[in-house]
């Protein structure tokens, strides 16, 4: 059985509650836990906490795998070593294999933990660490204040394509057995591999600032967090995610709107994937209607003015839930639909206040291909991709 441990805290000294401070949307620990729940080789996912509030808050999530479990105070202090917390983990748990995990590494994927233990389990490997490959040119001072390199010789400066460079442990996530741990009690021993991340996971959350600079890196990647739960129905707002936002007008004063060939594939290919497609907007036209006929999308709704409302009575007639459900909005009357269903996707001209709700932003704008995008991201969540 494997098995993923994030132990949290309530007391941060820098940070008080770091761990539930709202990061890309969602509190710090949800990234983790879902990447950790998201894992194909994960069986079950400990968050550790001495905090009834952090405990809340997770429970909240109600990510698939995650159970929260109470911390031994006294591994919890500032004097405290993580592998504290995971001899008393061990104590009380059973397991085969166990992956730390950090919280403060919010740009994890279980796609890097698949390959963590991808590695983990090839020949002659004992445990496994993750790393970020670094390209640069280290020195050190000695006694008498003098410089000199460590890893490159200043007299023969290699370039950067020529430099091989070198691995920075960068604290997101450490694979060993129950029998490697109970013997060393440490999170690494025997011959161990290292598991190359992206360069962007060099950072970790530390300081305040360090929220401000990791949520634009999650913002500029669309980075989002998988879900554990299959999506079945996908809907969407029409004007700046269907269309540019904009209004045109013919010479005879007829009013227009510009859709893009592209996010007809991706419903087409969401519908051969079995999920049900639609439209919930404020706006009633009939060119909407009719673009919607168009792509076949079984469920049209025009001129709604309570979207949520609307989104439930949908779910409730086909038997299927918020959490299975997908939504693309762009503007402050999306926000309560985005909050509450289990996928919520934004697009990059989208309100900066919407946006901070959504689990996904998509790389085009709307009308340039963003809802192909998202039918995209979808299928790669379900596995359908």
Not at 72 to 99: C, G, K, L, W
Not at 134 to 151: E, H, L, M, T
Not at 212 to 236: C, D, N, S, V, W
Request: proline residues 4%; glycine residues 8%; negative net charge.
């Amino acid at each position: 059985m494997n098995v993923a441990f994030i132990p949290v805290r309530g007391g941060s000294k820098s940070i008080p509650l770091k761990n539930i401070k709202v990061i890309n949307g969602k509190p710090l620990i949800y990234w983790t836990a879902a990447a950790a729940s998201g894992c194909r080789y994960i069986d079950k996912v400990y968050v550790a906490t001495d905090s009834e509030e952090i405990r809340q808050t997770v429970e909240a999530f109600n990510l698939d795998k995650v159970e929260v479990i109470d911390r031994d105070p006294a591994t919890a202090t500032d004097t405290a070593s993580t592998e504290m917390a995971m001899e008393d983990f061990a104590s009380r748990y059973d397991f085969d294999n166990i992956v730390l995990v950090q919280a403060t590494s919010p740009l994890l994927t279980s796609d890097d933990l698949n390959g963590g233990f991808e590695l983990f389990m090839q020949p002659d490997t004992d445990s496994v660490l993750s790393a970020v490959p670094q390209k640069r040119f280290n020195w050190s001072v000695d006694g008498s204040g003098y410089a000199s390199p460590i890893n490159y010789d200043y007299m023969h400066r290699p370039r950067r394509q020529e430099f091989d460079g070198y691995l920075t442990e960068n604290g997101a996530f450490y694979i060993t057995s129950r029998a490697g741990f109970e013997q060393s009690h440490n999170r690494l021993s025997g011959r161990i591999r290292a598991y190359s991340m992206n360069e962007d996971t060099f950072f970790e959350i530390d300081e305040p600032s360090d929220f401000e600079i990791i949520g634009q890196l999650m913002q500029r990647k669309a980075y989002a967090a998988p879900k554990t739960e299959r999506i079945r129905l996908f809907l969407t707002d029409s004007d700046g995610c269907l269309t540019d936002g904009g209004m045109y007008y013919s010479p005879d004063g007829d009013m227009l709107k510009k859709f893009n060939a592209k996010d007809g594939m991706g419903i087409s290919l969401l519908h051969k994937a079995g999920i049900i497609t639609g439209i919930v907007t404020g706006e009633n036209t009939q060119i909407v209607a009719g673009r919607a006929a168009k792509l076949s999308m079984e469920e049209v709704h025009l001129g709604i003015k309570n979207k949520l409302e609307c989104v439930k009575e949908i779910c409730g007639r086909l038997g299927i839930e918020l959490s299975q459900t997908a939504y693309v909005g762009d503007d402050i009357n999306d926000i309560e639909v985005m909050d509450s269903v289990g996928y919520a996707i934004s697009v990059p001209n989208a309100e900066e206040s919407v946006k901070k709700h959504a689990d996904y932003i998509t790389p085009r704008s709307g009308g340039f291909g963003a809802v192909r995008d998202a039918a995209e991201k979808i299928l790669e969540i379900n596995g359908q991709l």
